[in-house]
Nanobody, 113 residues
Framework: QVQLVESGGGLVQAGGSLRLSCVAS????????MAWYRQAPGKQRELVAV??????SYVESVKGRFTISRDNAKNTVYLQMNSLKPEDTAVYYC????????WGQGTQVTVSS
């Protein structure tokens, strides 16, 4: 069973930056599309960014502000978040794209206005 461990969240003021990391167990990490998802209080979990091979895609609300990247040698996927807004406040999770059944604990991102 794949384990996903997210880190890097925190409390930041609007306009600030954070870099999230996610380490995945398993030997086939490099073959799979990886993604970041987020879930705000009272809302459904949403897909934020995907990296597959050499391509990336983003939800419209984070385009130009967030960058997803991966290091296959470290089984790690990153999410660089710049120009953060209060509406980015959520628990952020990584998973495959489409997601597997197992989710990590997530990492809380709180953006104050």
């Amino acid at each position: 069973q794949v384990q996903l461990v997210e880190s890097g969240g925190g409390l930041v003021q609007a306009g600030g930056s954070l870099r999230l990391s996610c380490v995945a167990s398993g030997s086939i990490f490099s073959l799979l599309a990886m993604a970041w998802y987020r879930q705000a209080p009272g809302k459904q979990r949403e897909l934020v960014a995907v990296t597959s091979g050499s391509s990336t895609s983003y939800v419209e609300s984070v385009k130009g502000r967030f960058t997803i990247s991966r290091d296959n040698a470290k089984n790690t996927v990153y999410l660089q978040m710049n120009s953060l807004k209060p509406e980015d406040t959520a628990v952020y999770y990584c998973n495959f794209a489409p997601p597997g059944r197992s989710w990590g604990q997530g990492t809380q991102v709180t953006v104050s206005s």
